[in-house]
């Protein structure tokens, strides 16, 4: 078995980028991962990205916010420190409803923060980790698995015949920028 961890295939143009995904899922091989500069609409239902279910994090953590809301004015209002102020009820629902709302956003915020990182592994401090450095500059990076037992030459042939610019082969796994 050979050192080489990835096959990096460079291109300059999205549309080409497209094209050798298309190619290369032509001839069954499989790609670990595209590296792109900017956006590029419809990529995810091409690779097969299951959709995020990132909605579904932030409703958990407003609801979070929500309930320690609900349960800290229950508690220090009615258990802990009940006060009768004009005959009004010790819980009066209305009164509380701007500070539910604020805790709602406030655990939403700070959950999808920690989210995003947890799930990025970009978390302060730590330095990024980029197949090829061009791929945040102008350049579209296709890597494919050297490791999954698609003959490296086809591979090699098939991006060349989709217009990339150069193929590498990838012996790290990351290229630091330290």
Excluded at 28 to 40: E, G, L, Q, S
Excluded at 139 to 146: Q, T
């Amino acid at each position: 078995m050979s050192n080489i961890k990835y096959i990096l295939g460079s291109f300059g143009d999205p549309d080409e980028m497209m094209h050798g995904i298309e190619k290369l899922q032509e001839n069954n091989i499989k790609i670990y991962d595209v590296y792109t500069p900017m956006p590029i609409h419809g990529i995810e239902a091409k690779l097969g990205v299951k959709r995020s279910r990132i909605d579904v994090a932030a409703f958990c953590f407003g609801i979070t916010g929500t309930l320690a809301a609900f349960s800290l004015i229950y508690f220090t209002a009615v258990v802990d420190w009940r006060m009768n102020i004009g005959g009004k009820p010790a819980f009066a629902l209305p009164d509380f409803i701007p500070i539910m709302f604020e805790l709602t956003v406030l655990f939403c915020a700070f959950g999808m923060v920690g989210s995003y990182y947890a799930s990025t592994h970009l978390f302060p401090g730590r330095a990024p980790r980029v197949m090829d450095l061009r791929a945040t500059n102008d350049r579209f990076i296709i890597a494919i698995d050297a490791q999954q037992g698609a003959e490296h030459t086809k591979v090699d042939s098939l991006l060349k015949e989709a217009g990339a610019l150069e193929v590498k082969y990838n012996e790290r796994k990351y290229i630091s920028y330290e």
